[in-house]
């Protein structure tokens, strides 16, 4: 009863198209789930994501939940989670994509989920990461706990978004670094990211992750550009 009426004087509207949503509607309408564009990817093990990252770095697994495109409602959407602190939609997508996750087998291995790292500066700026919803969400789902302490990000760096190829990837091998203890060694860890683009941010975040002995890594994202 309550809900309603606070829905009737304050309406929620989607995060995809702005459209105001019904009750039985969270975050993002059912017109633009139906209409954002779905990787499919844990129908392959060897999508797209994984040869992404194929000879650059060992990884178990890799996946992104929806296609990004540019004024699609994929970027809509992490636009306002991302820079409009809608936390919540990092929620919605977490759970949702949970479903699929679900159904990996080697994701079932895992024994930490860690969010890639904002630098302190940013994260003080932002007051939040980005990711950090979505991964509680997986944890919760897959029951793997979460953990934002493992890697850090040693380097403030301006938004990546405003950057070209070469401004993304210049330098990146030194942003990030590892806190870790023997409770880490011989590991599986699923990194986690908002949007896979040239790969260059999650490539050396796994750099830094390998340092620790015996290690292994997948990567789950919420996005990917369509090449």
């Not at 993002?28 to 990252?53: Q, S, V, Y």
């Not at 409009?84 to 024994?111: F, M």
């Not at 789902?141 to 493992?150: A, F, G, H, K, T």
Request: proline fraction near 3%.
């Amino acid at each position: 009863m309550l809900k309603n009426i606070i829905n009737l004087f304050f309406p929620k509207a989607c995060a995809g198209c702005d459209a105001l949503l019904v009750s039985n509607e969270n975050t993002i309408c059912t017109l633009c789930r139906h209409h954002i564009a779905i990787t499919n990817h844990h129908l392959n093990p060897e999508n797209e994501a994984f040869k992404k990252f194929y000879g650059r770095i060992p990884i178990e697994y890799a996946s992104a939940h929806l296609y990004f495109h540019k004024k699609g409602i994929s970027q809509e959407i992490i636009h306002k989670l991302k820079y409009k602190g809608q936390e919540e939609i990092g929620t919605v997508l977490g759970h949702w994509y949970a479903d699929d996750l679900k159904k990996i087998s080697v994701l079932q291995t895992a024994d930490f989920i860690i969010p890639v790292p904002l630098h302190k500066k940013k994260l003080q700026e932002r007051g939040y990461n980005q990711v950090t919803t979505f991964c509680l969400a997986i944890a919760k789902e897959l029951n793997i706990p979460y953990n934002d302490s493992v890697l850090i990000r040693k380097t403030y760096s301006t938004t990546q978004s405003k950057k070209n190829l070469l401004g993304r990837t210049e330098g990146i091998e030194s942003v990030f670094d590892i806190t870790s203890n023997t409770e880490h060694h011989n590991k599986h860890f699923i990194l986690i990211d908002d949007v896979i683009t040239t790969g260059a941010t999650l490539e050396a975040c796994c750099r830094a992750l390998l340092k620790i002995p015996g290690i292994k890594i997948s990567i789950v994202c919420m996005a990917m550009a369509e090449s």
